[in-house]
């Protein structure tokens, strides 16, 4: 299995831009699918983006599509979210979720897919 640890989120205004980042530790990074969730308070944890091992496909909700990016760098086991025009309703405790082995050139939206999780960082846009 592998950990993660979340980073880089804050309080921003609206508009304004953020870069998540998840740093991943305990064996080769390369080897997982990766996504992110967020979860409002009082509300489910919701998809927001996912990306294979290789980087090379991608998958994001409706609600952020055009304005948020995942990527990956394998050689600093690290994925991030570029988060662009950010909206109030972006406010949220956001996580890094992993995938490995057989699954890890697997897209999903779906959160029983993950089996790995971070402790989450909160990002806050105020209006």
């Known amino acids: 299995q592998v950990q993660l640890v979340e980073s880089g989120g804050g309080l921003v205004q609206a508009g304004a831009s953020l870069r998540l980042s998840c740093v991943a530790s305990g064996r080769s990074f390369t080897d997982y699918a990766m996504g992110w969730f967020r979860q409002a308070p009082g509300k489910a944890r919701d998809f927001v983006a996912a990306?294979?091992?290789?980087?090379?496909?991608?998958a994001y909700a409706d609600s952020v599509k055009g304005r948020f990016t995942i990527s990956r760098d394998n050689a600093k086991n690290t994925v991030y979210l570029q988060m662009n025009s950010l909206k109030p309703e972006d406010t949220a405790v956001y996580y890094c979720?992993?995938?490995?082995?057989?699954?890890?050139?697997?897209?999903?939206?779906?959160?029983?897919?993950?089996?790995?999780w971070g402790q989450g960082t909160q990002v806050t846009v105020s209006s």
């Open positions: 990306v294979t091992w290789s980087g090379g496909s991608t």
């Open positions: 979720a992993a995938r490995g082995g057989y699954y890890k050139s697997t897209i999903s939206r779906q959160l029983e897919f993950y089996d790995n």
